[in-house]
């Protein structure tokens, strides 16, 4: 497709991630924008989404051959990326990310760079929220050559997002929580669809010079978002108060109970220990006509979507430890070893109700042999910290390649 002199190329890294697949699936629905996707794996790209956009570049942020190839012609570049699912220090790794990026950017003159960081500051941060703010100080050191609109949010809810799923399970299988000392901690919430809006938006907001703008709706903290969730979803649930139970333990707490595994889990916890609340009205000054839903109108638009198998993305879909981020590669030699095993199936199915069956194995459907195996297996893998068998699946009756199943 060749792009009018009207239309802005922007570039989305992530675009295979929670955010970074939302976001693609809104852009791509607007005729001003042309699209060009950043991601490590494009088979990761559904194939609903590959013919709306009109380039998909392979590669990462510590190749600079494939960043410079992924900046040409590019107005605004989004940097969705974090790196706290690598092995190794995540703090070093995304601060060297952040700085290639902004260096990429401004040597191929990109208009904009936007990011979507956390609420938070240095002094009282967990070291997830402080990689967070490092990385945006480092996309926005180069003010004069390049202008970085920082969008800081809290909490994210949403249908598949990490902080849902920890609402939503908790409240749904636990009639009587013991909430220790974090849950009355401060941050102010926002639904996902109001993240969207304020990402497409920051490409045309008219502002010179850097922007830091603070997203969110009313200042809650985490016992009263569980109470207002079990309200929407029609629960009576008690929350008990205790005066300790220490991250770690409260971490473990959270395995054993949500899809989220224990790294994940830690960060989270960490981040509630200090207020992460709005630093600035810049949301209101330069985004007016977004009017952000309230908490329980974010929980019953998120629960509506899980209900209808409307889940665009999910928290997992970024992990870095995913098997499809494994390459193919040619083996010329014979060197390692395969084993393909083909059964020929001819029992009067058609072909398309035997694929179905096997896109609906895992989650609640269970697998095609052992079960009991398979639930042992899940229940060492989260005593071990890991996600267990409880991540489940996106959607039931679909999978697309890299969609998380189970482990």
């Known amino acids: 497709m060749l792009d009018s002199p009207t239309t802005k190329k922007i570039l989305i890294t992530g675009a295979t991630g929670y955010i970074g697949r939302r976001l693609t699936q809104r852009l791509s629905e607007k005729?001003?924008?042309?699209?060009?996707?950043?991601?490590?794996?494009?088979n990761k790209v559904q194939i609903s989404i590959t013919s709306k956009v009109d380039e998909i570049i392979e590669g990462d942020t510590f190749d600079k051959d494939s960043l410079k190839a992924a900046m040409q012609g590019v107005d605004t570049a989004f940097y969705l990326i974090h790196s706290m699912g690598a092995k190794g220090d995540y703090g070093h790794l995304d601060?060297?990310?952040?700085?290639?990026?902004?260096?990429?950017?401004?040597?191929?003159?990109?208009?904009?760079?936007?990011?979507?960081?956390?609420?938070?500051?240095?002094?009282?941060?967990?070291?997830?929220?402080?990689?967070?703010?490092?990385?945006?100080?480092?996309?926005?050191?180069?003010?004069?050559?390049?202008?970085?609109?920082?969008?800081?949010?809290?909490?994210?809810?949403?249908?598949?997002?990490?902080?849902?799923?920890?609402?939503?399970?908790?409240?749904?299988?636990?009639?009587?929580?013991?909430?220790?000392?974090?849950?009355?901690?401060?941050?102010?919430?926002?639904?996902?669809?109001?993240?969207?809006?304020?990402?497409?938006?920051s490409i045309d907001v008219e502002h010179d010079g850097n922007l830091i703008v603070d997203i969110g709706t009313e200042p809650l903290n985490f016992q009263m978002m569980m109470k207002q969730a079990a309200e929407v979803m029609n629960l009576r649930r008690a929350l008990i108060p205790v005066p300790v139970l220490s991250p770690r333990l409260s971490s473990y707490w959270l395995i054993l109970f949500t899809p989220i595994p224990y790294k994940l889990a830690s960060a989270l916890v960490?981040?509630?220990?200090?207020?992460?609340?709005?630093?600035?009205?810049?949301?209101?000054?330069?985004?007016?006509?977004?009017?952000?839903?309230?908490?329980?109108?974010?929980?019953?638009?998120?629960?509506?979507?899980?209900?209808?198998?409307?889940?665009?993305?999910?928290?997992?879909?970024?992990?870095?430890?995913?098997?499809?981020?494994?390459?193919?590669?040619?083996?010329?030699?014979?060197?390692?070893?395969?084993?393909?095993?083909?059964?020929?199936?001819?029992n009067g199915e058609r072909a398309e109700d035997v694929f179905r069956a096997a896109c609906g194995v895992g989650g609640p459907n269970g697998w095609f042999k052992y079960n009991v195996l398979w639930r042992i297996r899940g229940l060492l893998d989260k005593l071990a910290g890991g996600y267990g068998l409880n991540r489940g699946r996106r959607l039931h009756r679909e999978l697309r390649i890299g969609d998380a199943l189970d482990f």
């Open 95 to 201: 601060r060297e990310s952040a700085e290639n990026f902004r260096n990429s950017c401004i040597a191929a003159g990109v208009r904009r760079i936007i990011y979507l960081g956390g609420l938070g500051v240095k002094q009282t941060a967990s070291k997830h929220l402080l990689s967070r703010i490092e990385t945006g100080e480092i996309l926005s050191e180069e003010s004069g050559k390049i202008q970085t609109i920082w969008l800081r949010a809290g909490v994210i809810i949403g249908s598949g997002s990490a902080s849902f799923e920890i609402i939503r399970n908790l409240c749904q299988k636990l009639p009587i929580m013991i909430t220790p000392r974090w849950v009355r901690t401060k941050t102010q919430p926002i639904g996902i669809e109001d993240v969207l809006s304020y990402l497409e938006r």
């Open 270 to 346: 960490g981040g509630l220990k200090s207020e992460t609340v709005l630093q600035n009205d810049h949301a209101k000054r330069f985004y007016p006509e977004i009017h952000p839903m309230d908490f329980k109108e974010t929980v019953a638009f998120a629960h509506k979507e899980l209900q209808t198998n409307q889940v665009l993305s999910r928290w997992c879909d970024s992990s870095g430890q995913e098997a499809c981020d494994i390459k193919d590669f040619d083996d010329p030699a014979g060197a390692i070893y395969r084993d393909v095993r083909i059964i020929p199936y001819n």
């Open 31 to 42: 005729a001003s924008f042309s699209l060009r996707l950043m991601v490590r794996n494009q």
